[in-house]
């Protein structure tokens, strides 16, 4: 079964610098999905960023971009330029092809901004 | 745009009480998923379904029922509410396509007494 870690529950970072969260999955299969949800206290689940696991370009959303290393199946996002709005739990996860497309989360990271 | 609206948005139980969470997506997605979040931990599958009218089970079933019987809407049902089921429950849906993202609702905090 995929499993997926987040091995930081926790991260800080002065405004206007960047950090990049890192992100770990475990799987047999060659083609997936991988996923950046962002959680602010409001609760409400956003996507941040995605990634296919046939392209070998990282992806990149503004002030996001993911970090995809496939045979160290490690997909770590990393924020440039961070904002006070930026602080949130941030979630990485990973999507089969199989399984009906369900995606398996890892437990977050807690990233703080410092004014 | 409404997206996914679950209701209600806060709920206090006593044990053994039943209820429904409802959910409605209007961006005809396929899918869709309830979830539950609890401290320090990730998003757990309750149940899914892909299509009006059919539900599976996800990693933590027990406890809980769900139906679809329009596409539009997925239900979760507690009929014996126990203090374990204190949670936050997220429902979500997405196109069928693997690329295609989750879109949630705004989460449905339960406290069962």
């Known amino acids: 079964a995929q499993t997926v870690t987040q091995s930081q529950p926790e991260m800080s970072v002065q405004e206007a610098e960047t950090v990049t969260l890192s992100c770990t999955y475990d799987?047999?299969?060659?083609?997936?999905?991988l996923f950046w949800y962002k959680q602010p206290p409001s609760r409400q689940m956003i996507l941040v960023i995605r990634?296919?696991?046939?392209k070998q370009q990282n992806a990149t959303e503004n002030r996001f971009s993911v970090n995809f290393q496939k045979a160290a199946k490690s997909f770590s996002l990393k924020i440039s330029d961070s904002q006070l709005g930026d602080a949130a739990m941030y979630f990485c996860?990973?999507?089969?092809?199989?399984?009906?497309?369900?995606?398996?989360w890892g437990a977050g990271t807690k990233l703080i901004i410092k004014p | 745009n409404a997206g996914v609206t679950q209701t209600p948005k806060f709920r206090v139980l006593k044990t053994g009480q039943s209820m429904t969470l409802l959910c409605a997506q209007d961006?005809?997605?396929?899918?869709m998923y309830w979830y539950r979040q609890d401290p320090g931990m990730g998003l757990r599958l309750i149940h899914y379904?892909?299509?009006?009218?059919?539900?599976a089970k996800g990693e933590v079933p027990d406890g809980y029922n769900v139906s679809r019987l329009k596409k539009q809407n997925f239900l979760l049902g507690l009929e014996s509410a126990a203090p374990s089921q204190t949670s936050v429950y997220f429902c979500?849906?997405?196109?069928?396509?693997?690329?295609?993202?989750?879109?949630f609702g705004d989460g449905t905090r339960l406290s069962i007494l």
């Open positions: 961006m005809n997605h396929e899918y």
């Open positions: 379904s892909v299509g009006e009218g059919t539900t």
């Open positions: 990634q296919e696991a046939y």
């Open positions: 799987t047999s299969e060659s083609d997936y999905y």
């Open positions: 979500a849906s997405s196109y069928s396509r693997g690329n295609q993202p989750q879109h």
């Open positions: 996860a990973y999507r089969s092809p199989d399984s009906n497309y369900q995606l398996i």
